[in-house]
Structures are given as structure tokens and as C-alpha cells.
């Protein structure tokens, strides 16, 4: 499973993935030099941490490398989501929680998600249950954990488990 990226490592992921092209070190070092006194070591050992755990891939050009992200900003979010929801003692409750502290804009990116998905897998036509009830989830309201036997909210607690 990843793992957060830590601030550096992200800032470093950011450029590599904005850029979408190899990059090297030197181009990461005078970027992030625009916004903080940072040395050169520290950039190409990031690089390399990054390398080691998976995130970028490494190809030699001369004496140095040339670096490119393994995966999609988009794809490295989803896996994070999905660790912190799968990590849950109760996922039905993390899901309404985050679902509550959705803006109007974020809950119809939802929506339209689940329908892109829903094209590639139709639900199972004898299962009614799967029919038209999976849409209505994103709307539900913190309030509804409490059917549950939960309080509003519980789901976003306990954040160090």
C-alpha cells in the first residue's frame, strides 16, 4: 500500500508530474529553488528515495539520471484513498463521514465518477438492490451513521489507528 508522500517528496512528485516528461535533477533544484534554499544532494537523494519506493523510474544519461513518474497524481490519490478507507474498523461509517465534508462540486465529481464507472460495469439486472441505489449514497448526510449505532462524524476519528 503507499504511503503519503512526505512535503519534500511531494513537492519533488508535483514537478515530475506536472512536467509529465524524464526530468533531472538540476531541472527539480531550480524549480524548487524559486520557493525555498534547498541543496542539490538533498533534491537527488529525494530522487533516489522516490526511485527506491516505486514512485519514478530512472534512466541513465551520462553521469546522471533522468527521472519519470511510474504512476498518475490521480492514480497515487486513489490509492490513498483507498488505504485510508480499507484501514477502517468501519468503512460504511469513514465513507458517509467523507462523504459529509464533500463541497456541492466534489460530491458531483462523485457522481459523475460512479457513472463512468457504472458504464464499464452495469449491475447485476437480478440484483435490485444494486439498481439505482448505489448513486444516492454520496448524498447521505454525516446523520446517517448514527443508524448505525454511530455518532455523526465518528467515522473521521481516531485518526492514529
Not at 36 to 45: G, Q
Not at 123 to 152: L, M
Amino acid at each position: 500500500m503507499p504511503r503519503a508522500l512526505g512535503d519534500l517528496e511531494d513537492a519533488v512528485m508535483t514537478r515530475v508530474w506536472e512536467w509529465n516528461r524524464p526530468v533531472t535533477v538540476r531541472e527539480v533544484l531550480e524549480d524548487l529553488q524559486k520557493e525555498r534554499s534547498i541543496a542539490y544532494t538533498t533534491v537527488m537523494t529525494v530522487l533516489d528515495n522516490l526511485h527506491q519506493k516505486g514512485w519514478v523510474r530512472r534512466e541513465a544519461e551520462g553521469r546522471a539520471y533522468r527521472y519519470e513518474a511510474v504512476s498518475t497524481r490521480a492514480a497515487y490519490s486513489a490509492a490513498l484513498m483507498n488505504e485510508a478507507w480499507s484501514t477502517s474498523d468501519n468503512p460504511a461509517a469513514a465513507l458517509v463521514a467523507f462523504f459529509g465534508m464533500m463541497s456541492p462540486e466534489q460530491r458531483q465529481a462523485l457522481r459523475d465518477a460512479v457513472r463512468m464507472v457504472q458504464v464499464d460495469e452495469p449491475p447485476e439486472a437480478d440484483d435490485p438492490a444494486e439498481v439505482g441505489e448505489r448513486e444516492p449514497a454520496p448524498e447521505a448526510e454525516p446523520e446517517a451513521a448514527s443508524a448505525e449505532g454511530e455518532e455523526p462524524g465518528a467515522g473521521a476519528r481516531g485518526k492514529g489507528r
